[in-house]
Every structure is written in structure tokens, then in C-alpha cells.
């Protein structure tokens, strides 16, 4: 079964066994006639990282040589979850491993399962970013990744008695196999200090000269393409003691004093702040920003600079893209780099930046935009303050003369944010300096346009653009979903789908097809026993593999409305309790699955875990619902425990109050999956019901434009009366922790309820009745399940980054010859 092809390239099983045996003893230190499982996963990833090591440098040659455009994707987030199994399919080689592993005795399966996460993010944005990657990847774009190496990614949450704690995650501490450490690929970063003028041919120039230096080193770490030879990299920084940190220290004699602090230097890469939503003005995460920003700016000219004499082609060369406003201190450094040590003057150093920057915005809400204080960036960074005051001052200056002395929006969208606490708005500073403003779905642009950037937006019509987010199908159908994988492939007659996400539209041909219905439900029922066992071994609760798995997977956050979930199960809860036995009889039955972490200083988010968790111990525990209705919470929800839950899930939630998920993710990757979605007109979801059709989705809740007027109404607004009713069993103590429930009640409660839980409950309870009612029909829902994967191909980030391509980036296909 393997060709002479895989003998040529090594990769036939005896060629792997022998790469991987040497890795045994060699790379593992272990006897190659004794090793356990974690060993022979250790060194299967080194087998897999040399080849991406090879295809790496083929493509770097190749780039080096056509010197194309650029694209440099700076994120301080990236969730890329587990390496192996993407990359052996990206590499195309993951049935050869899979045989030379078995000859050797193990499951290539199970050793998968050995790999612990990179979790060097928070959620969607950092999710977005790695699904973005791998597009980038496999459609030969020549494109870089720049973020930070953090020592400790997202916390682990642990649950304890029901209630979230949190725990570090020290992901490196078995060693990393993925990453390539490049010890002489470093840059110094300078901090504080001071800036002085000084004249060289007669020009005066700003000279900063800093009070702190730390090195950042790169830690490379290859993403190759599907289908292609093309790898390219994603480099991490870490930051490391400089030689030059604080030399006084050891002139003054206090020698381990001084080795000491030296160590403090690796604090600025070593933990991933967990999303609070709100900036804080914390030094330590400006330190940061600053270090990813400097390290890959360095990086990026110095590359530039290898190929080129002068700046004249830089626009032509290089496009940056900030993901969010967390780097756009880069708008600045490049100024400085420019003018400072470029010499280029203002003018020339302006035209170019003007060139290079595109945004985009992962918010909606206007509390999350960050801005730092003046006082902060200024002694942090002396020389970027001033810059960014010049950018201003020109900025205003032109303003003026646009639209006059109206003093309120001028002062709406200068840089600087008067007041108390003067403030730098990062937004703004990313708007003005960016040729391209892009939302994450067209609804989201909408909202850009009309209410969070209206003043830039009617300034610069043009700068203002979307690009529907997207979710790369090599991740989230072939990797974590090989059975409907080799079902799409045999009825579409093709692989080609998995490059070409367009003929996925074909499987509607067969849509009433009872052949291809008996092979889809039985690729639902793998998936679902495989999360069963998933469930039971994590929380010893057995869950009925005829039941509806009903899953609630995202950040918990108000806005998402985890909240309207738990009341509506307590709802159906109190529902079967009043029922007679017959009636019972005709209850479908479901499993509830939620899962997510809350930041760690998100009080509420804290509140609504733990009432799941009390509300499920007292359904699950109570023998009148049986298998009617189970409620698990899935802790620690990361990438790979999404790749178990998302196969196996019949209908999935995205309940956010209208107006407020600026796209969402998720539910692309449930919609491949053939997963029924129950949502609010939000976000993406709008598109979505134009590619696969109202009938074929659970729609409830208000309309964006409905929202303004709901909220208004305050404590005249209507509630249901089982709204009242659910919400009075918690505030009562039904389910016990009255005093810990009381906040949480009084915020959906009496006018207070800002998302809206009460407005929309009755039609909330309606869809939910819906989906049951679909359910029964076990014809009319495999066919809405295929209508849901075979119209989910806009959906695919593929479609995402080809648009970025065209219309933001101006970068074109470089493809690496096999
Ligand atoms: C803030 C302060 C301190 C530390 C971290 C943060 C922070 C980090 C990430 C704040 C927000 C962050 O991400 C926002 C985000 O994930 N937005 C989501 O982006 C997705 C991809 O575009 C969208 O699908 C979601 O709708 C959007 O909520």
C-alpha cells in the first residue's frame, strides 16, 4: 500500500520505525527494546518535526529567492492545541506512521493522546489566529506569525465542590517537540530611560537612551500545509536576562544581588494574562506588548534589510497585521525605527506606515478598547509617547480643517483621551495609522460603522471593510472527525474537499438519500459513544447514547448567556416534575453538556459555574427525571477537549444577546460537523442562515435593531411567568446557596436585566421545543444535519485568509515545488 513515492521520501513504515527508534534512544535516552507511551510519542514527534524541518527550510529558501510579499501576522494569542495528528495529515503521512507505530507494538491513537496542549491564548481571537495559520500554510501564502512564548499559557480550571479554581499550566515542563529553540536569533529590547536630541550632519535626531534591556529569543514553530510542501513558521519569543541588564548593579559590587534580578527579566514572558475584558493599565502587560512588538519589528526590518539597500520597496514587501489593538504599539516602534535609527525624517517614515498596517477588531463593545495610561506609557516608553503625541497633533490638526471646531468629536477621536487620567486609545491609534479597518462578520462591520467607530467611519468611508471569520476543516472535520472525513470523501467521490471547501455543497444532492442517512447517523453514534466514554471517565456519570446531546461550549460570559441555558433546564426540569408518568413518556431526553472557563476575576461568570454545577447535582441525583434530562459540565474545555465534544454533539448553543458576539467561531466548526445550531441572530449566525436556510436552524430571541428598545423598557418590560418561576426557585434556595444567588438573581431581575434573559425566555423555551420536536423525526434531522455540513463551506478560514489576501494584504501564492 505504500509506494515507491513514500520509499523515495522516507516514508515508508521501515524508514519511520527506524526514525522513531533512533529518536528512542537518542533524542528520549531510552532503550529502543523498552519505552512507555509518553517515551514513544516523544519521539514519533521528533520523526514528524525533522520532516518539518525539511519542508520548513525548502520553503524559506524558496521564499528567500522570489521575495514576495509578506505578510507578518503579529497576534499576542495563538491556541494551537495538540501538533501531532494535524501535522502527520498536513505532511500527508499519518496512515505511514500509524502502520510503523503498529509493527512496533503501539496505536498511533493513543500516543496522540499523550500531547498536552499549547494553550497561549484565550479564547475565539487566539483560536481564530491558529485556524488562520494553517489557511495561510496550505494556500502557499508567504506569511510569518509573530507572538509571545509564554512560560505558563491559560490557566487549567479545576472544579472543586463546583466552584472554578484556577491552576498554572506549565506547559513546557516535559519539553516541547514542536518548537525549534534559535539561540542566536535574538534581539535586545530596551525599556524606560530617557530621550535626548543629538545632531549628525546637521540633522537633529532623538536618541533613547534606555534604563532596562532583556533579549528576546526565538522559538520557532512550523505550521505546514495541507497538500502542498509549503511550512511555514509561527515565531515565538521568549524573553532572557540581557548582558547589558543594569550594569550598575555589578559595578557597585553586589554581585548576587545583581545575578538575581538579572532572572527577573523572564517574567515578561512568562504568563498569559486571562481575558478580563477590561485593560487595567498593568505595567507588566505593557512590558509585554512592547517586547513582541520590538523583538518582531527587529526581525521583520532586519529581514527586509538582508534583501534590500534602501526603504523604497518596504510597502511593496511587507504587510503587517494586527490581530486587535494588543500590538499596535508596532505602529509606533516602526516609526521609531524609522525616524530614529532609519533616518528616514518624518515624512518618508509616515508614508510608509500609512502603507503597511491592516486591523482587525475582535469587539464589539466599547468598555473592552484598551488604553493605557499616559503616565505608564511614558515612563515605560518615552520615545513611543512622543511619537504618538505627533501622530496626533498631525492627525487633529488635518481634522480640523475637515470637519471644523465641533470640539466633542474632535476630541471623540483624537489619540488622547483627556481627563483625570490622561489615556492612550489604542483603537484610534490603530484606525488612523491602518489603510484597512476589518470587522469579523458583516453584522459586526455594521456595528463598526454605525456605532463603535462611527466618527472614523464617517471620515473614512473607505479604510472600513469585513471578512467573515473562518475555521480551517483540516482541523475540525479530518483530525478530530476521521469517520465523517471518510464519509464526506466517499460520497462526494473526492478528497478535494479538504483544499476546496466549495464541493462540500455537493453532499446536498444527497440529502434524502436513506443510504447515506443509515452512514450518517452511524458516524454520529461513533462520535457520541466516544464522548460518553469521554463523560463517564471524567465524572463517572453513564449519559443514554439515545438521548439529544445538547452542548454549551465558549468563555463563560454574560453576554453568551450560559445563564438562559441553566434557566431553561431548570425550566424543563420543573416542566417533567409537574408531568403524569404518560406524559413523561413522550419527553425527549437530553443530555445538557456546558463547558468553559470564566476569568479568574469574573465574579459572576464564577456564580453562573457554580449554579450549573448545584443544578445538576440535584437533576442528576433525582429519581423521578432518570435519563430524561442529565446535565455535565466539562471541565478544563480546551482545543482537544472541542475536537472530542464537537463530533459528538446532536445540537449546539450560541445564545449571545443580540448585537453582542462580534462573529463566533464555534459554531462554524459545529455546523461542519453536521451539529443542529439553536441560536440568536448574532454574529456570523446571520450568514449562516443564508447559506444553509431558516428551516434548518433553531433561530429565537431578539433582533439586534429590537435590542435599544427592550433595554429601555427597564423594570415595565415583560417577563414570561416561568422566567419568574425559575428565577424564584434559585432566589429561594431550591437548589441551595440562596445567599451566594442573590447577586446573580438581582441582575436578571426587576429592570436590571441587561442581556435580556427575561425578554427573550418564552422564545427561547419555543426553539428549544422545536429542536425536541425535530429530534423525534429521525429522517428530517439527518437531513438538516447534512444540510447544516454541506452548506458550512463559507465557513472555512481557507475563504477567510484567500479575502484578507485579495483585498487587505496584497500578497499572492509563493508555492514551494514538491
Ligand atoms: C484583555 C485584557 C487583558 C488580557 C486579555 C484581554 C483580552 C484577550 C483576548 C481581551 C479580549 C480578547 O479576545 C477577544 C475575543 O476573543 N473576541 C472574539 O473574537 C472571535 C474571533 O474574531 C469572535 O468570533 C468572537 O465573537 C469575539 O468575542
Redesign the pocket.
Given at each position: 500500500i505504500f509506494g515507491l513515492m513514500d520509499v523515495f521520501l522516507k516514508n515508508d513504515p521501515i524508514s519511520l520505525q527506524k526514525d522513531i527508534l533512533d529518536h528512542v534512544e537518542f533524542t528520549v535516552a531510552k532503550s529502543r527494546f523498552s519505552f512507555d507511551d509518553f517515551e514513544a510519542y516523544q519521539a514519533l514527534a521528533h520523526s514528524v518535526r525533522d520532516r518539518l524541518i525539511e519542508r520548513w527550510h525548502d520553503t524559506q529558501i524558496h521564499f528567500s529567492k522570489k521575495d514576495p510579499k509578506r505578510l507578518y501576522f503579529l497576534s499576542l494569542?495563538f491556541l494551537m492545541g495538540r501538533s501531532l495528528s494535524n501535522s502527520v495529515i498536513n505532511l500527508g503521512v499519518r496512515d505511514q506512521f500509524a502502520d510503523a507505530l503498529s509493527q512496533l507494538g503501539f496505536e498511533f491513537e493513543v500516543l496522540a493522546e499523550q500531547e498536552g496542549d499549547a494553550c497561549l491564548?484565550?479564547?475565539?481571537?487566539?483560536r481564530?489566529s491558529a485556524c488562520q495559520m494553517e489557511s495561510l500554510a496550505t494556500l502557499d501564502y508567504p506569511a510569518i506569525g509573530y507572538g509571545l512564548r509564554y512560560q505558563y499559557g491559560l490557566f487549567r480550571q479545576v472544579i472543586l465542590d463546583g466552584f472554578q479554581h484556577e491552576q498554572p499550566d506549565y506547559w513546557l515542563n516535559f519539553g516541547n517537540p514542536w518548537e525549534i529553540a534559535r539561540i542566536h536569533i535574538t534581539y535586545t529590547v530596551k525599556f524606560y530611560g530617557t530621550v535626548t536630541d543629538e545632531v549628525l550632519n546637521k540633522e537633529k535626531y532623538k536618541v533613547w537612551v534606555p534604563g532596562e534591556m532583556v533579549e528576546a529569543v526565538a522559538y520557532d514553530n512550523p505550521i505546514p500545509g495541507y497538500g502542498t510542501r509549503n511550512t511555514i513558521v509561527l515565531r515565538l519569543w521568549a524573553a532572557k536576562p540581557s548582558d547589558q541588564h543594569n550594569m550598575e548593579a555589578y559595578n557597585t559590587g553586589d554581585y548576587v544581588d545583581a545575578v538575581v534580578n538579572r532572572q527577573r527579566a523572564e517574567s515578561i514572558s512568562s504568563i498569559l494574562?486571562?481575558?478580563?475584558?477590561?485593560?487595567q493599565g498593568k505595567e507588566l502587560?505593557l512590558k509585554q506588548q512592547y517586547f513582541f512588538v520590538s523583538a518582531s519589528v527587529q526581525d521583520i526590518i532586519r529581514r527586509f534589510k538582508d534583501a534590500h539597500k534602501n526603504f523604497d520597496e518596504f510597502p511593496e514587501k511587507v504587510a503587517l497585521q494586527l490581530n486587535?489593538t494588543?500590538p499596535s504599539l508596532t505602529i509606533a516602534e516602526v516609526m521609531r525605527v524609522l525616524l530614529d535609527e532609519e533616518h528616514l525624517g518624518w515624512n518618508r517614515a509616515w508614508d510608509i506606515v500609512c502603507k503597511i498596517f491592516s486591523f482587525?477588531t475582535?469587539?464589539v463593545s466599547p468598555d473592552?478598547l484598551?488604553k493605557i495610561p499616559v503616565d505608564l506609557l511614558g515612563s515605560l516608553l518615552p520615545r513611543h509617547l512622543q511619537i504618538i503625541y505627533d501622530i496626533n497633533f498631525n492627525f487633529v490638526e488635518n481634522l480640523k480643517k475637515m470637519i471644523g471646531l465641533d470640539y466633542d468629536r474632535l476630541a471623540r477621536m483624537s489619540i488622547v483621551e483627556e481627563g483625570a487620567v490622561k489615556n492612550i486609545r489604542m483603537a484610534n491609534l490603530a484606525i488612523i495609522c491602518s489603510h484597512t479597518v476589518n470587522g469579523?462578520s458583516r453584522l459586526h462591520s455594521e456595528l463598526l460603522k454605525t456605532k463603535l467607530f462611527k466618527d472614523f467611519y464617517e471620515l473614512w468611508p473607505h479604510k472600513f471593510h469585513y471578512k467573515t471569520?473562518g475555521v480551517t476543516q483540516r482541523r475540525w472535520i479530518v483530525v478530530s472527525n476521521p469517520s465523517l472525513c471518510a464519509l464526506i470523501s466517499k460520497w462526494l467521490g473526492t478528497e478535494a474537499w479538504i483544499r476546496d471547501i466549495d464541493l462540500l455543497i455537493g453532499l446536498r444532492d444527497y440529502a434524502t438519500n436513506s443510504e447515506l442517512h443509515q452512514e450518517w447517523k452511524m458516524v454520529k453514534k461513533v462520535n457520541k459513544i466516544r464522548l460518553a466514554e469521554y463523560i463517564e471517565a471524567m465524572s463517572g456519570l453513564k449519559v443514554s447514547l439515545d438521548a439529544m446531546f445538547d452542548v454549551h461550549t465558549k468563555r463563560v460570559h454574560e453576554y453568551k448567556r450560559q445563564l438562559l441555558n441553566i434557566l431553561g433546564i431548570i425550566h424543563r426540569y420543573d416542566c417533567i416534575k409537574n408531568m403524569n408518568k404518560n406524559d413523561r413518556r413522550k419527553v425527549v431526553p437530553r443530555v445538557c453538556i456546558i463547558g468553559g472557563k470564566a476569568a479568574p476575576g469574573y465574579e459572576m461568570a464564577k456564580k453562573i459555574i457554580k449554579l450549573f454545577h448545584v443544578v445538576a447535582e440535584k437533576i442528576n441525583n433525582d429519581n423521578d427525571i432518570g435519563d430524561l434530562l442529565k446535565l455535565v459540565f466539562i471541565p478544563d474545555y480546551n482545543v482537544s477537549v472541542a475536537e472530542l465534544v464537537i463530533p459528538g454533539a446532536d445540537l449546539s448553543q450560541h445564545l449571545s444577546t443580540a448585537g453582542h458576539?462580534?462573529?463566533?467561531?464555534s459554531s462554524m466548526k459545529f455546523l461542519m460537523n453536521g451539529c443542529l445550531l439553536l441560536a440568536t441572530e448574532d454574529?456570523?449566525t446571520i450568514e449562516m442562515i443564508e447559506e444553509i436556510g431558516r428551516d434548518n436552524i433553531f433561530l429565537f430571541g431578539a433582533a439586534v435593531h429590537e435590542v435599544p428598545a427592550l433595554r429601555k423598557k427597564g423594570p415595565a418590560l415583560k417577563v414570561p411567568l416561568q422566567f419568574l418561576r425559575v428565577v424564584r426557585m434559585i432566589r429561594e434556595g431550591h437548589f441551595g446557596f440562596k445567599d451566594y444567588f442573590k447577586s446573580l438573581c438581582d441582575k436578571i431581575e426587576g429592570g436590571n436585566d441587561y442581556f435580556l434573559l427575561g425578554a427573550d425566555f418564552a422564545s427561547y423555551i419555543e426553539a428549544q421545543a422545536a429542536a425536541d420536536k425535530a429530534f423525534v423525526d429521525e429522517e428530517r434531522w439527518t437531513k438538516m444535519s447534512i444540510l447544516c455540513a454541506a452548506g458550512s463551506g463559507k465557513f472555512s478560514s481557507d475563504r477567510t485568509i484567500q479575502e484578507y489576501a485579495e483585498k487587505t494584504w496584497g500578497i499572492q501564492p509563493c508555492r514551494c515545488a514538491f
Open positions: 494569542e491564548g484565550n479564547g475565539g481571537l487566539a481564530l494574562y486571562p481575558d478580563d475584558r477590561s485593560y502587560q486587535d494588543h482587525t475582535h469587539t473592552s484598551v469579523v471569520n458576539e462580534a462573529s463566533g467561531t454574529g456570523s
